[in-house]
């Protein structure tokens, strides 16, 4: 199982755009990278998935280098509802193993 | 229906007590998993169910027993727990086992053993 790591913390102003970098330096041919955002006593909630090169959707984009050592979720303009920890997986596609989470990023936005 | 319902919210149970907590959805997945999360910490992968069987189990105490008695309800059976094992279990489902689709999860069960 590849082993992220990620910032402990993360401060931002509102209306900034905020990059999470993960590192997955062990990361194999058939794993795909996830992030999961959760709010306190909530469970998490799915933001984004890719594989390799950049996805887009309406929350967030995903950065992937060609290596995949790396990946990056940028969250455009954000608020104080973005507040949360966020949670980057790493994991092979047919494996229940792979929704094991790793410690997450604090985000605190502020106004 | 995108929702995975677990009930109850919350559960304060003793320690010679025998309860259940219970985890349902709707959207035909075939994949269903129980975390634990302790505050401020990450959610432990417990238990993971794949088409009704169980797939992974993380070497958890015997005092928690998982079920799954079809494909849209999983159950996770609690008995003499302990102080230790009070915290936010959570149930999580997916299309299928592993990381390349989508899970859900639910709002969880906020546990207190006393």
């Known amino acids: 199982l590849a082993k992220t790591t990620q910032p402990i913390s993360m401060d931002s102003y509102e209306g900034q755009e905020v990059n999470i970098t993960c590192s997955h330096n062990?990361?194999?041919?058939?794993?795909?990278i996830t992030w999961y955002q959760q709010f306190p006593s909530q469970g998490p909630r799915f933001i984004i998935q890719?594989?390799?090169t950049k996805v887009t959707n309406e929350v967030a984009s995903l950065f992937i280098p060609a290596d995949r050592k790396s990946s990056t979720l940028s969250l455009p303009r954000v608020s104080l509802s973005d507040t949360a920890v966020y949670y980057c997986l790493v994991g092979e596609g047919n494996s229940g193993y792979a929704l094991n989470f790793g410690k997450g990023t604090s985000l605190l936005v502020t106004p | 229906d995108t929702e995975v319902t677990q009930t109850p919210k919350h559960l304060v149970m003793g320690m010679t007590n025998k309860k259940s907590l219970k985890c349902e959805q709707h959207?035909?997945?075939?994949?269903m998993y129980w975390y634990k999360q302790k505050a401020k910490k990450p959610p432990e992968l417990m238990f993971v169910y794949s088409y009704e069987k169980l797939s992974i189990n993380e070497s958890v105490p015997s005092r928690f027993s998982p079920e799954c008695p079809n494909s849209s309800l999983l159950n996770l059976h609690l008995h003499a727990l302990q102080p230790e094992d009070s915290a936010l279990y959570l149930c999580?489902?997916?299309?299928?086992?592993?990381?390349?689709?989508?899970?859900?999860f639910g709002q969880g069960t906020r546990l207190t053993v006393v």
């Open positions: 959207m035909g997945h075939r994949a």
């Open positions: 999580a489902s997916s299309p299928f086992e592993g990381a390349s689709t989508e899970a859900f």
């Open positions: 890719g594989y390799k």
């Open positions: 062990n990361i194999a041919t058939n794993d795909y």
